[in-house]
T-cell receptor
């Protein structure tokens, strides 16, 4: 089966611009998560979708970040306007059941650089 | 939020040596997990631990869930060059709307010299 796919793999944008990251989870996985790792720091939770609903968005840093999951399939994470501190690697993960780590598969990440 | 203190931050070892890294937290976790990240890839699950005191092996890897449920360690025996990467510990609180969310340590960068 295909894994979790993220696009683009790299993005370099200027401060103030908008960037949209996309995640295609494993087919049939209801649970989709977004995480972010700023260089040298821990991987931090951003939010959790169950199908198209936001189960937990307590990790979203501010209202410049907007995540959507239309139809419960792929998800997008938009940053508008981007700031320098938004640079990092954004990971998406998906799982089949609600137990989180069971079958919790990460994508390869999108490396975002804001200059 | 929950914080996991992972150490060491980096390790430089020779092929064949054993490696040990650990993670501590001020919070109690119901599950401890260890992941490895290769360059350009996402984290991959190595070992999952579900019970306090549990000791689990996966090939040359051994991990333990601390009896207090606030710590865990990972050992790698007889390291080989392909062990190079970043190792992350992660904890899961479990229950309520946060079920599924993981809290990660900062990672241990492992370098293995041939």
């Amino acid at each position: 089966e295909a894994g979790v796919t993220q696009f683009p793999s790299h993005s370099v944008i200027e401060k103030g611009q908008t960037v949209t990251l996309r995640c295609d989870p494993i087919s049939g996985h209801d649970n989709l998560y977004w995480y972010r790792r700023v260089m040298g720091k821990e991987i931090k939770f951003l939010l959790h979708f169950v199908k198209e609903s936001k189960q937990d968005e307590s990790g979203m840093p501010n209202n410049r970040f907007l995540a959507e999951r239309t139809g419960g399939t792929y998800s997008t994470l938009k940053v508008q306007p981007a700031e320098l501190e938004d640079s990092g690697v954004y990971f998406c993960a998906s799982s089949l059941g609600g137990a989180g780590h069971y079958g919790y598969t990460f994508g390869s990440g999108t490396r975002l650089t804001v200059v | 939020g929950q914080q996991l203190n992972q150490s060491p931050q980096s390790m430089f070892i020779q092929e064949g040596e054993d490696v040990s890294m650990n993670c501590t937290s001020s919070s109690i976790f119901n599950t401890w997990l260890w992941y490895k990240q290769d360059p350009g890839e996402g984290p991959v699950l190595l070992i999952a631990l579900y019970k306090a005191g549990e000791l689990t092996s996966n090939g040359r890897l051994t991990a333990q869930f601390g009896i207090t449920r606030k710590d865990s360690f990972l050992n790698i025996s007889a390291s080989i060059p392909s062990d190079v990467g970043i190792y992350f510990c992660a904890g899961q609180l479990g229950g309520g709307s946060t079920l599924g969310r993981l809290y990660f340590g900062r990672g241990t960068q492992l370098t293995v010299w041939p």
